[in-house]
């Protein structure tokens, strides 16, 4: 019998293997706790308790961006008996010497489908109807909200912006220029949404859901009450709140984007005077007087939740500091400057967007954009409310808009002007008691052991990009997915449970679906690769149909026809009639528990504007591959805990570039010997 092990794989990383970033995975409990709603428009959200902050009305979204929302096609329930026949396919390659534990796995699943599988299945049909998407609350509770180890590193997720052009170096090595660029392209952005010119995403032809677009500024992550166990998110019209909340040095500032009177953005010259001021002071009026020192409330957002949670309910008692906390739900975004800080390398730059110092942060703010002292700049996205995509379309927008600027034009604008015709920025006060001290002395402690425990490499390979891959007539995703499963293969002698996300955006409030990498045409692949006796011919045969199988399924996914949240909602309909039902024997079973522990996580979002995109790894025994496929590069985000694992990033990028370079000297190979 083979056997299934997660190593010494500890409580909190398995629960990890339930939340996602730009991807997600699935093994999800059953709806532990239940919030009041509120409805609006036909979609619902999460009311907050008693006490805590309370939502305001969003407007209605009817235009041109929005204007394809209607006809977005529900989260469909795919067929059990289809289901399992694929579950079944995929975990072969992890058993295929083993016939007992394949028959074992056959009569699971054959139980399920003869007893308790069609009573599950009938019973979310029956809750999917009426409803767009039957997977929306579920999964935002399950995979996010109830999840209690801390968003960052374990569940946000970053981008580092490349360099201006040289042409914009006037801009770009001038961070209190860069951030008045990143200040007015992303409150441009905000005035696209508001007047609903944002064109609506249309990819081959299917119109994907903007729902996002909707939920991405003027937000919040919010945690819930302790007895709760689980947060929240807040949310506020764009309409209404008309600031961002510029941290630096660790206390906060409310600076205004717009007139207060005619709610138009506020030119380029009014914003850099605010950043100036927060920064210098100004007209001798410094307003950060009574903030010489920070007073570390952010890194209170880098507590485990249920430690936060408390704090948090310490915290608001005061009402100062409750205040506080309002104004910073409210805002549009926020913008950390950290002028103290220079990141020159992709890893540097890489851990600064991912992590920063933990203080001049506040991770529950769903967009935080950065600038440091020699004007590098990024992004941070926490995920519980949206996936990668949306935010790649912004942060796209905003580079792009930002090189479009005439430098000599931009950099003349931002004169000293009056400073009565200049808002001030308002730095916020927090009521720092001995109790919420030690919970910042905690804070401060873990943060800086975690993240001690992370390791990043940058795979960063210009030998090539998806234009050689594309003239080879392959898919440069899935041709990448099997960069990365020859690699796993020639660093550890076998293949790992790998997920890939699949985007399925074309649904009404679609997020994700799995991809599992792992197939028996990935495995010929692996297996054959270093075989002395396997022509190139024969190699190149096998990598082309391990390409198409993983193209098929990621396909299959994205179309809502994938196993894993198939089997994420059956298991929420367990109990859902009867308490305490029997758990179906196939769910309990080491397999198939083995094969969704994502040992091997990844996700693609691709942009020529950075230089850097990443998160944690799902698993602490595994790797967290982020990935990007741009035109004449590949890049790979490698983050592993390597105490846990006893893996080195080192290693796995020397098998990557392996793996890239030999794939493409035999594809090279293969096409002078066809032109002979």
């Keep these: 019998m083979l056997k299934y092990s997660l190593l010494h794989a500890k409580p909190h990383s398995l629960q990890r293997l339930m939340v996602s970033r730009s991807m997600s995975t699935t093994m999800v409990h059953n709806i532990l706790h239940k919030f009041p709603m509120v409805t609006e428009n036909g979609e619902h959200y999460w009311a907050h308790q008693e006490n805590s902050i309370h939502q305001s009305a969003r407007p209605t979204f009817k235009g041109e961006s929005f204007a394809l929302q209607k006809d977005l096609p529900p989260l469909p329930v795919p067929e059990l008996n289809e289901t399992v026949a694929k579950y079944l396919q995929s975990v072969k390659p992890y058993i295929k010497e083993d016939p007992e534990t394949l028959q074992r796995q056959e009569a699971l699943c054959q139980d399920l489908l003869n007893n308790q599988g069609p009573v599950l299945q009938q019973r979310l049909v029956q809750y999917a109807k009426g409803k767009r998407n039957w997977m929306s609350t579920f999964w935002d509770k399950q995979a996010y909200l109830e999840y209690d180890d801390p968003v960052v590193p374990y569940v946000s997720y970053f981008y580092s ?237 905003m580079c792009q808009e930002m090189t479009k600027l005439n430098p000599v034009e931009f950099v003349g604008s931002v004169s000293p002007t009056s400073s009565k015709a200049v808002p001030s920025p308002q730095p916020l006060s927090f009521t720092v008691t001995p109790i919420i001290q030690s919970h910042i002395s905690d804070a401060k402690k873990q943060f800086k052991e975690t993240m001690g425990q992370h390791n990043l490499k940058v795979w960063h390979y210009n030998r090539y990009g998806k234009e050689f891959i594309k003239s080879h007539k392959m898919s440069p995703d899935a041709y990448l997915q099997q960069i990365v499963q020859l690699a796993i293969y020639k660093y550890l002698g076998k293949q790992l449970p790998t997920y890939e996300a699949a985007s399925t955006r074309k649904f009404f409030k679609g997020r994700t679906e799995t991809g599992r990498s792992v197939s028996e045409a990935s495995q010929k692949f692996v297996q054959s690769w270093d075989k002395p006796t396997v022509s190139n011919a024969e190699r190149i045969r096998l990598l082309r149909e391990s390409v198409a199988a993983h193209a098929s399924y990621l396909k299959m996914a994205s179309e809502g026809q994938g196993i894993d949240r198939h089997f994420f909602g059956l298991k929420n309909m367990l109990n859902a009639e009867q308490p305490n039902e029997t758990i179906p024997a196939l769910f309990k079973d080491p397999l198939f528990n083995y094969s969704s522990n994502w040992l091997i996580s990844t996700s693609q979002l691709t942009s020529e504007h950075f230089d850097g995109y990443g998160w944690s790894q799902v698993n602490d025994i595994g790797f967290g591959l982020a990935y990007m496929l741009n035109k004449n590069w590949l890049h790979i985000n490698i983050v592993n805990k390597p105490a846990f694992s006893g893996l080195s990033v080192e290693r796995m990028h020397y098998y990557l570039s392996a793996a890239a370079d030999e794939m493409a000297d035999a594809l090279i190979k293969e096409s002078t010997t066809a032109k002979l």
């Excluded at 007073?295 to 608001?316: F, K």
């Excluded at 205040?323 to 739900?329: D, G, K, N, Q, W």
């Design 161 to 397: 912006h490349k360099p201006l052009p040289s042409t914009h170096s006037a801009i770009q090595n001038d961070p209190l220029m860069k951030a008045t660029a990143i200040v007015v392209t992303a409150t441009k952005f905000i005035e696209a949404i508001k007047d609903e010119s944002l064109p609506a995403e249309v990819v081959k032809k299917n119109p994907f859901c903007m729902n996002s677009f909707q939920l991405m500024f003027n937000t919040s992550r919010l945690p819930g009450p302790p007895e709760i166990k689980s947060d929240t998110n807040i949310f506020y019209s764009i309409y209404e709140n008309n600031f961002i909340i510029v941290a630096y040095k660790g206390n906060f500032y409310k600076v205004f984007t717009h007139d207060s009177k005619t709610a138009k953005p506020l030119p380029s010259n009014k914003i850099w005077m605010q950043l100036y001021s927060v920064v210098n002071g100004s007209q001798g009026q410094n307003v950060r007087a009574t903030q010489t020192q920070s007073n570390g409330v952010g890194s209170l957002t880098s507590l485990p939740r249920d430690q936060w949670r408390t704090a948090y309910a310490e915290l608001i008692k005061d009402p100062i500091s409750k205040e506080s906390l309002e104004t910073i739900h409210k805002a549009s975004f926020m913008l950390c400057l950290d002028l103290d800080k220079a990141p020159v390398t992709l890893e540097e730059k890489s851990r600064n967007c991912w992590h920063g110092d933990g203080i001049n942060r506040f991770y529950d703010k769903s967009l935080q954009f950065f600038v440091t002292g020699n004007g590098t700049s990024g992004f941070l996205g926490e995920h519980s409310k949206m996936d990668g995509t949306p935010t790649l379309f912004l942060n796209n927008y």
